[in-house]
């Protein structure tokens, strides 16, 4: 009995927690769309072409900003680079839009505290940088890039 009242308390907490985060995951998710559809129009190979560094961190940023589904970056990666965008820029972009969410930082900062947000999502971008440069450096290093 006491196991059942213990589940029902769980379960009312859990709806109340669901209803609580329901308007930030909607707002979220509008936000992540608008800005995606901003995205596509916005991207071309005019916006990068400034020297390696430059593009990886304005791939970086943009796809810091312009979250999306894992499918979605490989898909954008294979038209920027047949657009004539750079290895490194189009590897940053591809990292960070999958893991680091500017968009998504409210929500993620509610459910899971500002800090760890926060610092997850600045390790993530430093690390997607590293990412791409170590890509693009071991495909030359092989003669592959």
């Not at 769309?33 to 791939?59: C, K, P, W, Y």
């Not at 390790?123 to 693009?136: E, G, K, N, P």
Request: with cysteine; charged share 10%; glycine share 12%.
């Amino acid at each position: 009995m006491q196991a059942r009242n213990r589940l029902t308390d769980s379960l009312k907490k859990t709806i109340r927690t669901f209803i609580n985060v329901l308007p930030i995951i909607v707002g979220m998710l509008l936000l992540t769309s608008l800005v995606v559809t901003m995205f596509a129009e916005q991207v071309s190979a005019r916006l990068f072409g400034n020297g390696d560094i430059l593009d990886t961190l304005l791939g970086a940023s943009i796809g810091s900003i312009a979250v999306g589904h894992p499918l979605a970056s490989y898909l954008l990666g294979g038209e920027l680079l047949g657009g004539g965008v750079g290895l490194g820029a189009v590897t940053a972009l591809m990292v960070t839009w999958v893991t680091v969410g500017i968009v998504q930082l409210p929500a993620e900062a509610l459910i899971l505290g500002g800090r760890f947000a926060v610092y997850r999502n600045v390790i993530s971008f430093f690390v997607a940088i590293a990412i791409a440069c170590l890509t693009v450096y071991t495909l030359r290093l092989l003669g592959a890039a």
